[in-house]
């Protein structure tokens, strides 16, 4: 954990090259940890509602594959599209539904196996995302309005990060951070959640993935906790007080 407290308006926003080197990593880290799985593993209950471990792992494959292909996501996109205008859901969570509908008839390996395959062309596709593409405005949760850029280099780097917590979390598995990969997510997570909600905070997060931050400009709220913790709070999946009321998407 960092000693000095860091101004989080000091923290730079995650570069497109930053982000696409941080996804590899992700990625790895998960296929790791699911190779690690025994069997029984697939079908616990997690923090996710109604999802299962496997059913994450179906999210995440589904949503690598929409980023390795443009066709893949337009037809992504455009189901859950007409599946959230007829329910009245959120268009996200339509098309995580649908990733994991379309999924569901995978073996565990085959899952694994088929995440492997397409990392590497996700990745390089996201990568090499035209600047235009990537500045184009669309409707988030949580956020509002955001970039395509802002959801692939920021927010899929989360959703992959947390999920792996999930998964750990749920299968009893020890969770591998490092302050160069979660430590730096983490960082991310607290600036962009700070200059959102705008109050002044001291925020010391512990563990390998934490550090000591602050917002000025006023009487400070203090919180500590550890920092895994801290984003599962803000991600919805625990309650937490005062500021960490204030969401963050994930």
Same mark, same amino acid.
């Given at each position: 954990?960092?000693?000095?407290?860091?101004? &989080?308006?000091?923290?730079?926003?995650?570069?497109?090259?930053?982000?696409?080197?941080?996804?590899?990593?992700?990625?790895?880290?998960?296929?790791?940890?699911?190779?690690?799985?025994?069997?029984?593993?697939?079908?616990?209950?997690?923090?996710?509602?109604? *999802?299962?471990?496997?059913?994450?792992?179906?999210?995440?494959?589904?949503?690598?594959?929409?980023?390795?292909?443009?066709?893949?996501?337009? +037809? %992504?996109?455009? @189901?859950?599209?007409?599946? #959230?205008?007829?329910?009245?859901?959120? %268009?996200?969570?339509?098309?995580?539904?649908?990733?994991?509908?379309?999924?569901?008839? =995978?073996?565990?390996?085959?899952?694994?196996?088929?995440?492997?395959?397409?990392?590497?062309?996700?990745?390089?596709?996201?990568?090499?995302?035209?600047?235009?593409?990537?500045?184009?405005?669309?409707?988030?949760? &949580?956020? /509002?309005?955001?970039?395509?850029?802002?959801?692939?280099?920021? @927010?899929?780097?989360?959703?992959? *990060?947390?999920?792996?917590?999930?998964?750990?979390?749920?299968?009893?598995?020890?969770?591998?951070?490092?302050?160069?990969?979660?430590? +730096?997510?983490?960082?991310? &997570?607290?600036?962009?959640?700070?200059?959102?909600?705008?109050?002044?905070?001291?925020?010391?997060?512990?563990?390998?993935?934490?550090?000591?931050?602050? %917002?000025? /400009?006023?009487?400070?709220?203090?919180?500590?906790?550890?920092?895994?913790?801290?984003?599962?709070?803000?991600?919805?999946? #625990?309650? /937490?007080?005062?500021? =960490?009321?204030?969401?963050? =998407?994930?």
């Amino acid at each position: 954990m960092k000693s000095t407290a860091v101004n &989080v308006r000091g923290i730079p926003p995650l570069g497109h090259r930053e982000a696409m080197d941080l996804a590899t990593t992700g990625y790895g880290r998960l296929i790791e940890l699911l190779h690690g799985l025994e069997p029984g593993d697939w079908s616990r209950s997690t923090d996710c509602e109604a *999802w299962r471990v496997r059913d994450i792992v179906c999210h995440v494959l589904g949503e690598a594959e929409a980023f390795a292909s443009t066709r893949e996501f337009v +037809r %992504q996109f455009r @189901i859950s599209s007409r599946e #959230a205008r007829s329910t009245g859901a959120e %268009q996200i969570d339509a098309m995580n539904g649908l990733q994991v509908r379309e999924r569901s008839h =995978l073996a565990p390996h085959e899952l694994v196996t088929r995440l492997q395959t397409v990392v590497p062309r996700s990745v390089k596709q996201r990568r090499r995302t035209p600047r235009v593409m990537r500045a184009m405005h669309m409707k988030l949760p &949580v956020v /509002g309005k955001g970039s395509y850029g802002y959801l692939s280099d920021v @927010i899929i780097n989360r959703d992959v *990060w947390m999920h792996r917590s999930d998964i750990a979390r749920a299968a009893g598995k020890e969770l591998q951070l490092t302050a160069g990969y979660d430590g +730096r997510l983490v960082a991310d &997570v607290v600036a962009d959640w700070g200059r959102r909600h705008g109050h002044p905070f001291v925020l010391v997060l512990e563990g390998p993935a934490g550090g000591s931050y602050v %917002q000025n /400009g006023g009487e400070p709220e203090e919180h500590r906790l550890d920092a895994v913790e801290f984003c599962r709070i803000l991600s919805g999946r #625990a309650q /937490g007080p005062g500021l =960490l009321k204030q969401p963050a =998407l994930f």
